[in-house]
């Protein structure tokens, strides 16, 4: 069975950084394109940074250089550092596989930025 842990989310100003931790379980980690979802009150979830197995890495417009994500097959996690958060950065963010989810999402981990 699939599980999704996501933590390090938290209230921030403006500007300051945070770093997302998600622990993947269930699953052959290595084998898989992993990501990071955002998604806001009313809104879609939205796939925001992805890491392949190659680890090569994909991010969308509005993080693009202030998001990194990254993996480690080690101990079965995904990251992501989170630098000069701005309000519109808020919302719930989950990991998952880019495009099929990995059965039934986590909790998420909530990332409030106040301008």
């Known amino acids: 069975q699939v599980q999704l842990v996501e933590s390090g989310g938290a209230l921030v100003q403006a500007g300051e950084s945070l770093t997302l931790s998600c622990q993947m379980s269930?699953?052959?980690?290595?084998?898989?394109?992993v990501a990071w979802h955002r998604q806001t009150p009313g809104k879609t979830r939205d796939l925001v940074a992805t890491?392949?197995?190659?680890?090569?890495?994909n991010y969308a417009d509005s993080i693009k250089g202030r998001f990194t994500i990254a993996r480690d097959n080690a101990n079965n996690m995904v990251y992501l550092q989170m630098n000069s958060l701005k309000p519109e950065d808020t919302g719930t963010y989950y990991c998952n596989n880019p495009r099929t989810p990995f059965g039934s999402w986590g909790q998420g981990t909530q990332v409030t930025v106040s301008s």
């Open positions: 269930g699953i052959n980690f290595a084998n898989y394109a």
């Open positions: 890491v392949f197995m190659s680890e090569a890495q």
